[in-house]
């Protein structure tokens, strides 16, 4: 397992002038196929495309269990009210839930299940804790898109996360469908760096968590990378699950269908990774979006 100490200047300075690309250093795979349950022909496959799959990562009664949860959270009126609870502007739908691997024990329950955990040490090469969580509802008819960015980008930007030695795990709590607004990922795009225009305002995240504006490429950025890269559609089954790098240029469309795209969202971070001030913006988010606590899960 690699170890590095955390880089104390600014290698992916962004929101601080005019937009460039920059080459992402640093490894994508810190860990060995010997580390954990990935095997390599899996490792390399992040480790080019950026991300992985897994077919069937809960049991049918953990996903029933977890899909319990986010009908009843959904449903509670004093989780509706909660700062961590972000509503769509125009149909007043919830739209993601915050910080759930501490309000819920059946998402902490999954969010430190060694079958998660042991992927992500292997992947990051180190111990880990737990950076965000969250749960994306995109209902059906209103399910409202998310713009391509880098989650590292902001991560970087207004949480101090150094590197993009992070990885994100979407379990899918309902089928995701290329109609039904799938996460969309342009593999190899995290071997680069994006540095965005324009600075951080003052509490961004109380907008940036509904429509990102600040940190999201231009089109003309964004047009090259896609003609490079090309775009992975990921479909996939309810139980289903993708782990990819902070780094990645990610997006989902809107859902006008009546199938509701549901996914819990666990963002794990190396704790030779652990933030510190924010690298573009006035003063850090709330503990509910980039977690304080970098004490390693067992
Ligand atoms: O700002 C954030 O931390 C969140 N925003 C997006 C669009 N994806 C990553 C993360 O959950
Ligand atoms: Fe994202």
Redesign the pocket.
């Known amino acids: 397992m690699t170890t590095t100490a955390p880089s104390l200047t600014d290698l992916y300075p962004t929101r601080q002038g005019a937009a460039q690309v920059l080459r992402r250093g640093g490894d994508v795979v810190h860990g060995r196929a010997a580390d954990g349950p990935l095997d390599q022909a899996v490792l390399t496959h992040f480790a080019e495309r950026g991300y992985l799959t897994i077919d069937q990562l809960v049991t049918p009664d953990e996903l029933r269990s977890l899909q319990d949860e986010l009908r009843r959270l959904s449903a509670d009126p004093e989780v509706r009210a909660d700062e961590r609870t972000i509503i769509e502007a125009k149909s007043q739908e919830v739209r993601s839930i915050f910080e759930v691997h501490r309000t819920s024990e059946v998402f902490r329950r999954i969010a430190h299940d060694p079958k998660v955990v042991q992927r992500a040490r292997q992947i990051l090469g180190s111990d880990v804790y737990i950076h965000?969580s969250?749960v994306n509802f995109k209902p059906g008819f209103e399910g409202k898109e998310?713009s391509w960015?880098s989650?590292f980008e902001?991560?970087h930007a207004?949480d101090g996360m150094p590197e993009p030695r992070a990885v994100s795990l979407s379990i899918s709590l309902t089928d995701n469908y290329s109609f039904n607004g799938p996460l969309m990922i342009m593999p190899g795009s995290h071997r680069e760096f994006i540095a965005c225009a324009g600075a951080t305002p003052d509490d961004n995240?109380k907008t940036?968590?509904v429509m990102?504006g600040a940190g999201t490429p231009d089109r003309e950025t964004l047009t090259e990378f896609a003609d490079r890269y090309g775009i992975d559609v990921l479909e996939g089954r309810a139980g289903g699950a993708i782990m990819f790098d902070s780094n990645c240029m990610h997006a989902s469309n809107g859902n006008v269908t009546p199938f509701s795209r549901s996914n819990i969202?666990i963002v794990y971070n190396s704790v030779e990774n652990a933030c510190v001030e924010p690298y573009a913006a006035p003063s850090p988010r709330p503990a509910f979006?980039g977690s304080r606590d970098h004490s390693p899960l067992g």
């Open positions: 965000q969250r998310f960015h989650d902001t991560w207004e995240y940036s968590l990102q969202f979006l």
